[in-house]
């Protein structure tokens, strides 16, 4: 498996509240993405970064932020959460943008 | 912008059988396609990958998708599905020329029966 970790795992929060969810890779690759998972929706992309400080949106990026401090860090923000908001979150990586993106376990978001 | 419909969200078939999993596609510009698939609680694996080339590719675990530019359509095949091929199934195109932003269709869940 490529080295991504995506923590917390789980997580189970109140609807308003403030959520960070991090993506940290040990591959060293410039690309770096946000994605959520929805029944019968497949993955949506919500943000991602081509570098260190440069992050763009994706089709689904209202109500999320995020930043790219270092190459191995990519943090998404729920700057207050909401219940639309509950989902699974992947992170993925890619070193070039003609080759596949790479996975994480992924993170189960749950909004009350 | 682009577009993925994978007809069958589900997919029940018995062990040892043939199966085929459909993907469609629709982009004004030339594309990148994926495969992945989804274990249950894991995160996408590739399977394979059309780039260029051979219009036929082969991946892992047995799998082969071919590529139809006329019909815009990459469908995934197997000859003989093991219980083991149980899980969720992702098709996912990139424009080429810009972005490796990857658009997913919906899934077709494979239920490989004994």
């Known amino acids: 498996d490529a080295g991504i970790t995506q923590s917390p795992r789980h997580k189970v929060t109140e609807t308003g509240t403030p959520v960070t969810l991090r993506c940290h890779q040990t591959?060293?690759?410039?690309?770096m993405y946000w994605y959520r998972q929805d029944p019968g929706h497949g993955l949506r992309l919500i943000h991602y970064s081509y570098g260190v400080k440069d992050t763009d949106k994706g089709e689904v990026s209202d109500g999320y932020s995020v930043s790219r401090s270092k190459t191995e860090d990519f943090l998404l923000t729920l700057e207050s959460a909401t219940s639309s908001q509950t989902s699974v979150y992947f992170c993925?990586?890619?070193?070039?943008?003609?080759?596949?993106?790479?996975f994480g376990d992924g993170t189960r978001l749950s909004i009350l | 912008a682009q577009s993925v419909t994978q007809l069958d969200s589900q997919v029940p078939v018995f062990e040892e059988a043939p199966v085929e999993l459909r993907c469609n596609y629709s982009s004004s510009v030339s594309v990148y396609l994926f495969w992945y698939v989804q274990y249950p609680n894991q995160g996408l694996q590739l399977l394979l990958k059309y780039l260029s080339g051979s219009t036929l590719v082969k991946g892992i675990n047995g799998f082969e998708a071919e590529f139809n530019k006329s019909q815009t359509s990459f469908h995934l095949r197997k000859p003989s599905v093991h219980i083991s091929d149980t899980a969720e199934y992702f098709c996912a195109v990139t424009p080429n020329n810009a972005g490796n932003m990857l658009t997913f269709g919906g899934g077709t869940r494979l239920m490989v029966k004994p």
């Open positions: 591959e060293n690759h410039r690309y």
């Open positions: 993925a990586i890619t070193r070039d943008l003609n080759q596949p993106q790479h």
